[in-house]
């Protein structure tokens, strides 16, 4: 049986949010601090099944695994107000406070990317670097989403099948048990451009995408925009960057030490 596609039940803690939400997240290892933040209709568990929690917990790093709001096994409004970017970026803080960490590194998938450059934006001091991949703070029209999830989630899985074609029966499962209503009101209004927040924040970028993936052009802008580092995973779409994780790990561990010696050599 393979172990990747095999389900396991993972022990969560719960934050509270500052409009009452529940946060779920999972306190996984020791050493610095690295947020892990997924993609729309998934959860946390989609970390531990593409082999990042692994990869990451052997560089002795503590992963904080959140399941954002709408998804997992957190709170699910119905109120498309109540997921404001301002919103979101508040519940890392919550999860951070729980879980007693001060600051710590950010690494987001597509809406998970979108959640760690609105945290970056709103909260910089609690924020130490930001990996985001197939994401950018720039305006996004949502209408495709919504219109691919209008009626239920069969569409967006024969969607994003046509990207992955081995999407596993565990990423199917968690797909079809979200709330349809949450997620279609996380989709109601579309994305903001926020990206003057990060034209010299300061805080150390890398930013991933696959050349396939229709938002390369606007990640390699924001890079160069935050002063960062881009990585391009050439003949990767939006779903398959994601997966690259043999090319992913060791360019986020390198990056994340550089991080980590600046840090030590400004006595932080």
């Not at 692994?54 to 503590?62: G, S, Y």
């Not at 001091?125 to 069969?154: C, K, M, S, W």
């Not at 991933?208 to 606007?218: E, F, K, V």
């Not at 960062?228 to 994601?242: C, D, I, R, S, Y």
Request: contains cysteine; hydrophobic residues 45%.
């Amino acid at each position: 049986m393979s172990l990747v596609n095999a389900f396991t039940s993972h022990c969560l803690s719960e934050a509270v949010a500052e409009d009452g939400i529940s946060i779920a997240y999972e306190d996984l290892g020791y050493g610095e601090p690295l947020v892990l933040l997924h993609g729309l209709t998934e959860s946390h568990e989609s970390w531990h099944e593409a082999g990042y929690v692994e990869q990451f917990l052997q560089r002795e790093r503590r992963l904080i695994l959140v399941d954002c709001r709408g998804h997992g096994r957190s709170g699910k409004p119905h109120d498309p107000a109540a997921y404001s970017g301002r919103r979101r970026a508040a519940d890392i803080v919550a999860v951070l406070d729980h879980a007693g960490i001060r600051r710590a590194a950010l690494v987001g998938h597509s809406m998970g990317g979108v959640i760690a450059l609105a945290t970056a934006s709103y909260h910089p001091d609690r924020v130490t670097a930001l990996i985001v991949n197939g994401a950018h703070p720039f305006a996004e029209d949502l209408t495709p989403l919504r219109a691919t999830l209008e009626d239920n989630f069969e569409a967006w899985l024969a969607f994003l099948k046509q990207l992955a074609p081995d999407l596993s029966p565990d990423s199917c499962r968690r797909i079809r048990g979200n709330d349809l209503a949450a997620v279609q009101a996380s989709l109601a209004r579309d994305r903001p451009d926020f990206s003057a927040a990060f034209a010299g924040l300061g805080i150390p970028v890398l930013a991933i995408s696959g050349t396939l993936d229709p938002r390369y052009d606007a990640a390699r802008k924001f890079a160069e925009l935050a002063g960062g580092e881009f990585l391009p995973l050439v003949g990767k779409n939006h779903v398959t960057a994601f997966l690259d994780v043999e090319t992913i790990g060791p360019v986020v561990d390198a990056f994340l030490g550089c991080v980590s010696a600046g840090n030590t050599g400004r006595g932080g």
